[in-house]
């Protein structure tokens, strides 16, 4: 069988940088935390990422934590990577933000996310973050509660009632989608809709993959979903614009309108593009995690029945007084025992267990030396399954 010399070439090539990576000593002369950076190139992502496609990430750190201590390091997504196990660890890291370390996610995410505020650092964060702030302020999202009750309760009337079963997570990701893109766009349910989720299912499903931009690998996939969602988005653009100027649209018909009619932190308007990005990370948060959260929600209250009557008991007497008019703001700040359950829900199984941050200098931390241009992850478990905080830290306790 004949080989291309180009195949030959590129092989070799691979061969030779894997064995100088092996072979090389990262930072040498300073005391690194103890740990492994894995195989070269992949270091230790593969298995991080099938850690969290089985819901084992705590079970990832915890093996770690037991052979190196509550700071470690490894290899992820191709950088260097300093792991703070421990409420110590986070404390530092977020009173040292923009000090020490900036707010920094793995390339795979921030190619994908462009200019949006998972990705931007510093005075531009900041400026950005109180642009979107005011209209998520609650005051803001109060008018916003009858549609999302009208949403909600149609999907459950088309999808729920009168099933023997559900499928619980792909019809809450539905749901809160739309939810997400009525709040945000004021996109409604039809073929546009179904088309946008449709790809922000790929981008989603290869967004913390390796970022090997090759046909056929779930990054690949991830990336044109994004150019999809993109594209969707623009021609939505282009559309309020026109509607905002012939006065078919308000400026506070949702998020879209808004940041079409006011500026930054620096008082200039925000570009096209920085709307799109900011939108289609929005649009994400919106409804991915959330769905999660709902699910693991829905399986504890059915693992423990008396918590489960009293979140039933607490809804029914709110319905009983309000009757079938819509769902009000009111009405939810009387869901405290509702809300407790979240609260556990999102403490035994937080949807994102933790998030990265880079030095931005060399940093010194428990003994250790953190170099300059490393990544740095927190666990939000370090502290939510600890013993010191929570005496029976598995149980659900709203």
């Not at 997504?77 to 009173?95: H, I």
């Not at 546009?192 to 790929?202: C, P, R, S």
């Not at 078919?248 to 079409?260: M, R, V």
Request: proline letters at 6%; hydrophobic letters at 40%.
């Amino acid at each position: 069988m004949d080989i291309s010399p180009m195949v030959l070439t590129l092989g070799l090539g691979f061969l030779l940088l894997a064995v100088f990576l092996l072979k090389k000593k990262p930072s040498s002369g300073i005391n690194l935390p103890p740990g492994s950076f894995g195989w070269p190139l992949l270091g230790e992502s593969l298995e991080f990422l099938a850690s969290q496609r089985d819901n084992a990430c705590y079970d990832f750190m915890e093996k770690r934590v037991k052979k190196y201590g509550d700071t470690f390091k490894t290899h992820f997504l191709g950088a260097p990577m300093a792991v703070f196990y421990s409420p110590a660890g986070n404390r530092f890291l977020f009173s040292n933000e923009n000090k020490l370390v900036q707010t920094s996610w793995p390339s795979s995410l921030a190619k994908l996310f462009g200019n949006s505020i998972l990705t931007k650092v510093g005075d531009e964060a900041k400026d950005l973050r109180k642009t979107l702030l005011t209209f998520l302020r609650p005051e803001a999202l109060q008018n916003f509660v009858g549609r999302a009750d009208t949403i909600i309760r149609d999907h459950l009337t088309r999808y729920w009632v009168g099933k023997e079963e559900v499928k619980t997570f792909p019809l809450a990701k539905r749901c809160l989608f739309t939810v997400a893109c009525a709040l945000f766009v004021s996109l409604g349910e039809g073929p546009e809709q179904d088309e946008l989720y449709d790809h922000f299912m790929d981008l989603i499903n290869g967004m913390l993959q390796i970022p090997v931009d090759l046909p056929g690998t779930l990054y690949r996939k991830s990336r044109i979903g994004s150019n999809h969602i993109r594209r969707i988005l623009q021609s939505v653009i282009d559309k309020r614009r026109e509607d905002l100027a012939s006065g078919l649209a308000s400026s506070d018909q949702d998020l879209l309108s808004y940041l079409l009619c006011n500026v930054d932190g620096r008082e200039n308007p925000l570009s096209d593009s920085d709307i799109n990005d900011n939108i289609m990370q929005l649009l994400m948060a919106g409804h991915d995690t959330n769905a999660v959260a709902v699910t693991l929600l829905l399986k504890y209250l059915a693992l423990n029945p008396h918590c489960y009557r009293q979140v039933l008991q607490e809804q029914l007497n709110i319905t009983r007084e309000n009757g079938e008019k819509q769902l009000q703001w009111d009405d939810i700040q009387r869901m405290k025992y509702t809300w407790n359950a979240a609260q556990e829900t999102l403490r035994l199984n937080p949807p994102a267990g933790g998030t990265w941050r880079k030095a931005i200098v060399e940093i010194s931390y428990g003994g250790f030396t953190i170099p300059k241009g490393w990544k740095l992850f927190w666990t939000a478990n370090s502290t939510h399954k600890n013993p010191k905080y929570f005496p029976d830290p598995d149980k659900f306790e709203p």
